[in-house]
């Protein structure tokens, strides 16, 4: 054989060799060039003590309208705390101070988030509407996650594989959000002469008139990034979950760092939890003479998951690695909550201010811990009830009883309407304001029907509530399961098939209700499967149902 030949023949095997090295080993190289690229677009510069603002109403305290306190986990699953009698690990993580806010006020017991992910539903909270009147459909996500996924490793046990979209129109990532048009309440509060802060994460745009202090917020303490605190630090206990790819995504891109109004990113002070905390009880500090807005948007419990080792080494009867670093969690978010309500209490504005707590969205499945939403199925990036049904409490120790229940489904937009009419804002005259007035309903009006039908819109999934009965759907067409959440709370019975004219009713009402949506305003990239009832840890069973979830 000509040499020349041996030649080619030896470059063609040792290209072979090297594009299946690289095709094999195709996700570590991206994130790894992702990482790097993160690396030289934040530098985080060392801590710096924030110089919040404050001031004086001159009003007597009791002319005063109400302080407003607004708490949002993050992912935090319904079974999350012990008010409901559950709690992480059976109970072994106990969350006195966010159950309070529930006994000392009223617990909307069918409290639904705005969407599945976390951002449309900020959008719908502070816009006071469904975030798809204004284009607001998916999250906004990094182009570099979205590429993960497309290179996560097809799963041949899978009945459904991810499904790539076209991404002709996509927009930056910085430039999606909530337009500059949206009036939020911070802005409607302003009016009324609040202070507005807002601490933590923000993830409802970044150019264009989208930032916290361009849509309404006087001082922004922005989440920059995702870490609680820096990797290798000896105040942390990490878990990480190699069978998720978002997990891998977020361990190689986040970095330890915040940002406040417009100045550069500096690294906080502790674990982030704390750090809020400590913050937010300044902010309530500075402005305990004057009506205020507190924003106060943590990141706990959202992967990645870094527990405070304080809170880490509380829980040694949890065996299960993850459970127990993300039970440390729920622990410091808890503790951090109380010293919030201690602030108010200490500086004599307990009383006359509104304290809000719920969650963005229910716990994620790719974290592999099986019992977030029980009883509920489904988890986050499914409009199942384990994906939308959230703790929703509100307290108003002026105002409101203890111990008050609501039964009404009650919606996120609603906590728009319920603050801006307790602060005796005026509502937008110009644009549909989905949200209602809670208190009426909270004071024994049971006549003040809420909501008759609620609907939820991602992509390839959709729901509409009406009177009880839910209807959710998914690609491929004609997926459908339809459910008397009456009868049947946790979805276990599809009546789609012996309940046609029940079926097609709500189908004709969420039918109605996209008609009055225009399109995103950016588009999805992918659509993934989304068990329904495993989660990311666990193997697929051949009777498992699967939804699809566009993002």
């Known amino acids: 054989m000509p040499g020349w030949i041996q030649k080619c023949i030896s470059i063609v095997i040792v290209t072979v060799l090297l594009a299946s090295a690289v095709y094999a080993y195709r996700i570590p190289i991206v994130l790894q060039l992702i990482s790097l690229y993160f690396d030289t677009k934040m530098q985080p510069e060392e801590n710096r003590k924030i110089a919040w603002a404050s001031g004086k109403d001159p009003r007597p305290k009791e002319q005063r309208p109400p302080n407003v306190v607004l708490i949002l986990a993050d992912d935090l699953g319904w079974n999350d705390i012990t008010f409901n ?174 940002r406040f109004n417009d100045g550069p990113p500096f690294q906080p002070n502790g674990h982030l939890t704390e750090y809020f905390t400590k913050e937010a009880v300044r902010v309530i500090e500075n402005n305990k003479d004057r009506p205020f807005f507190l924003y106060l948007a943590h990141w706990a419990p959202h992967s990645p998951l870094q527990s405070s080792r304080e809170d880490y080494d509380a829980l040694p009867d949890i065996e299960l690695h993850r459970e127990r670093v993300y039970a440390g969690l729920i622990r410091g978010l808890d503790r951090g909550v109380g010293e919030v309500l ?112 609620l609907f939820w819109r991602s992509g390839a999934s959709q729901s509409a509530l009406i009177d009880g009965w839910k209807l959710n759907i998914s690609d491929p067409p004609g997926n459908a399961w339809l459910y008397d959440l009456a009868n049947d709370p946790t979805e276990q019975n599809n009546l789609a098939q012996s309940h046609p004219e029940k079926l097609r009713e709500l189908q004709t009402a969420l039918s109605q209700h996209n008609k009055e949506q225009p399109s995103s305003a950016w588009p999805a990239m992918i659509s993934v499967p989304i068990n329904l009832d495993r989660d990311g840890s666990q193997a697929v069973q051949a009777n498992d149902e699967f939804i699809y979830w566009s993002n």
């Not at 949206?182 to 807002?198: F, P, R």
């Not at 150019?207 to 001082?219: I, L, P, Y």
């Not at 199942?384 to 111990?403: M, N, S």
């Not at 996120?412 to 602060?423: M, P, Q, S, V």
């Open 85 to 258: 009698g559950g709690g992480v690990a059976d109970g072994k993580v106990p969350t006195p101070n966010i159950d309070s806010i529930a006994a000392g006020g009223v617990t909307f017991t069918n409290g639904y988030a705005a969407n599945a992910t976390c951002a449309p539903s900020r959008a719908s909270m502070l816009s006071g509407r469904y975030s798809t009147r204004f284009g607001f459909e998916f999250t906004p996500t990094p182009s570099g996650m979205m590429a993960i996924g497309r290179l996560a490793p097809r799963d041949p046990t899978r009945h459904l594989q991810t499904i790539s979209h076209s991404a002709d129109r996509a927009l930056a990532y910085e430039d999606m959000g909530m337009p500059s048009t949206e009036i939020t309440i911070a802005e409607l509060l302003k009016q009324k002469n609040y202070h507005t802060a807002h601490i933590g994460k923000w993830h409802v745009g970044e150019n264009n008139g989208m930032d916290a202090n361009s849509q309404g917020f006087e001082e922004s303490l922005l989440m920059a990034s995702g870490l609680y605190l820096p990797e290798d630090s000896p105040h942390v206990v990490n878990a990480k979950q190699n069978f998720d790819f978002i997990d891998q995504f977020f361990w190689k891109v986040m970095r330890y760092a915040v």
């Open 342 to 453: 201690k602030a108010l209490k200490d500086n004599g504005l307990e009383d006359n201010t509104i304290v809000i707590f719920t969650s963005d969205n229910g716990g994620a499945g790719y974290l592999g811990l099986p019992d977030l939403n029980q009883p509920y199925r489904g988890w986050k990036s499914s409009f199942f009830e384990g994906g939308i049904h959230v703790p929703y409490f509100l307290r108003w120790p002026d105002q409101i009883e203890p111990g008050t229940t609501v039964n009404e489904a009650v919606h996120h937009f609603d906590i728009y309407t319920t603050i801006a009419n307790a602060a005796g804002a005026s509502l937008p005259t110009d644009r549909k304001i989905d949200g209602v007035d809670l208190l009426p309903i909270v004071h024994g009006n049971t006549g003040s029907i809420q909501h008759r039908g």
